[in-house]
């Protein structure tokens, strides 16, 4: 690769089903390298395994992206595949299948060029190869031995090859992987490696039954057109680097070969192995950005559905593989553009930390003003059947920040700053409900409305402590039977933070109340 080539990397998923996290974060690597060298994010989608094909992922793809923030800048207008090229999108179509009319060309000329040949196995012959190899305890494989003793254009003469490729539908164009040769290659991540030749099998390039290319084929040839510089991929696909490597000499592309980054896996919390799609349902966190309804119309736990903000699942993800070398952890879209390197991805398997999620989200959710909090829990407080000002909710926000680490956790960690308690927790009141703490707070009751004007948090708290002590009542005592009024049960926020928010007269008000209700 020159290296004044304008940077352009691809995220080029399989529309086989939900993109999970190992996936967002491919494409978040990409967009952050795209971005640090002023280059062009692409989206492909390499859809040429119908057998595989799962309608609805496409438009998952592209709404994960969007909602991590990390939207291509070719391939994608207006939340759709771009379908045709244009001065934005030169290299269009996006989509594989509808390229499908420029991929034979390319495995014909490497045919002529004697990098390739037709394989006229049926898929039964193939079936039975692999079965007989099987029964003396071995592997079948199509290589550069077994294909001396096959049914491909190696082997027939030219008239047969001839007959076969008019008359019959089944054959393939495979790569002719040259023996005994070293294919030397370069990662980003992983450094140099050699693969002798002749490990390698001579793989499928395309597909006279459905006219289409493998996903080899098509996505080399796909790389080179769009003018690809560097690949970011997951790890799964280094065993096919060297195929990669062979394709683009055999088509003489070497000098516009992109560079190579292949990040590792990401591991299960703890244990061992990689971090599969159905481990969030057994373990209980999301591996989906978005929620996905499968075929059985069950929809996945997500990270929007819950209540996680993108900005911090991606810093999240960005850290699962990578750091800025320093102790930086919080790091918004831009600064992780801006620190972002290859050289820094951890060569290893990156452990997903459930926890360490939710650390992120709190530590996001703590940075938000109090009245941008209040936008986003307005909606769920309406669902609650709460109307409030956005003033009042920013108010309650403000002392229950703390214990949230979810927007939706302002409700469940105190209901009472919206609703006064119409029950009491029964063995609360039983306990501190008694005619002796009555006695206590009523006087407590007229202190608390004599308060001249609203207080602060720390004001209140010092007020009522003194008047109790001084008045030497037993303190918890009293302050339970008062938040039992409050809030309807014993536990909760800080007495002064409740009276700070409710204010003075719903403060007299559920005292009253609860006299009303609990008797003295
Ligand atoms: N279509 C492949 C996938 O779904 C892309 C691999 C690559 O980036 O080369 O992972």
Request: overall charge negative.
């Amino acid at each position: 690769m020159s290296e004044n080539k304008k940077t352009r990397v691809r995220f080029a998923p399989s529309p086989t089903g939900p993109l999970h996290i190992g996936g967002v974060r491919t494409a978040l690597y990409n967009y952050l390298y795209a971005k640090q060298h002023n280059g062009t994010f692409v989206l492909r989608i390499e859809d040429t395994d119908s057998a595989r094909f799962v309608s609805g992922a496409e438009e998952y793809i592209i709404g994960a992206l969007e909602w991590c923030g990390i939207t291509p800048d070719e391939g994608v207008e207006n939340g759709k595949i771009v379908e045709e090229a244009s001065a934005r999108h030169p290299h269009g179509p996006y989509r594989q299948s509808q390229r499908r009319g420029i991929y034979r060309a390319y495995a014909e000329q490497l045919i002529q060029n004697g990098y390739a040949y037709y394989a006229f196995d049926s898929a039964e012959e193939l079936v039975a190869k692999r079965a007989e190899a099987e029964s003396k305890g071995q592997t079948f494989i199509y290589n550069q031995v077994t294909r001396k003793g096959l049914r491909n254009s190696l082997t027939l003469s030219a008239s047969e090859v001839e007959h076969l490729l008019e008359t019959t539908t089944g054959w393939t164009i495979r790569f002719k992987m040259p023996e005994n040769e070293i294919v030397a290659m370069d990662d980003l991540i992983r450094g140099h490696i050699e693969v002798n030749t002749e490990t390698l099998d001579d793989k499928v390039l395309w597909k006279r039954a459905d006219e289409l290319p493998t996903y080899h084929l098509a996505n080399i040839v796909d790389d080179y057109l769009m003018e690809i510089t560097e690949v970011i991929r997951g790890e799964e696909w280094l065993p096919s680097l060297p195929l990669h490597y062979m394709l683009y000499k055999s088509f003489g592309w070497e000098s516009s070969r992109p560079r190579f980054a292949h990040l590792s896996l990401l591991l299960k919390p703890g244990g061992q192995g990689k971090l599969s799609k159905r481990d969030g349902d057994k373990l209980g966190f999301p591996v989906f950005p978005l929620p996905w309804t499968g075929t059985d119309g069950e929809v996945t736990n997500s990270y929007r559905g819950a209540g996680y903000f993108p900005e911090a699942f991606i810093n999240m993800l960005a850290f699962l593989g990578w750091n800025p070398g320093d102790e930086r952890e919080i790091l918004s879209l831009d600064e992780l553009v801006e620190a972002f390197s290859l050289e820094r991805v951890i060569r290893s398997g990156a452990h997903f930390n459930p926890e360490k999620a939710k650390w992120y989200n709190r530590e996001y959710l703590r940075a938000k003003s109090d009245t941008e909090l209040a936008k986003l829990y307005l909606p769920i407080l309406k669902e609650h059947g709460v109307e409030a000002t956005e003033e009042y909710t920013a108010r309650a926000i403000s002392v229950i920040k703390d214990r949230a680490t979810f927007v939706a956790d302002f409700w469940t960690a105190a209901p009472y700053l919206f609703v006064a308690p119409s029950e009491y927790v029964q063995k609360d009141a039983a306990k501190f409900w008694t005619a002796e703490n009555c006695g206590y707070l009523s006087k407590l009751r007229s202190h608390i409305a004599a308060y001249k004007s609203e207080l602060e948090v720390a004001a209140i708290a010092e007020s009522i402590e003194n008047y109790i002590r001084s008045n030497q009542w037993p303190f918890g005592k009293v302050m339970n039977s008062l938040r039992l009024s409050l809030t309807g049960s014993a536990s909760g926020l800080g007495i002064a933070e409740i009276i700070y928010t409710i204010g003075l007269q719903e403060t007299v008000r559920r005292i009253d109340n609860a006299f009303k209700t609990l008797g003295t």
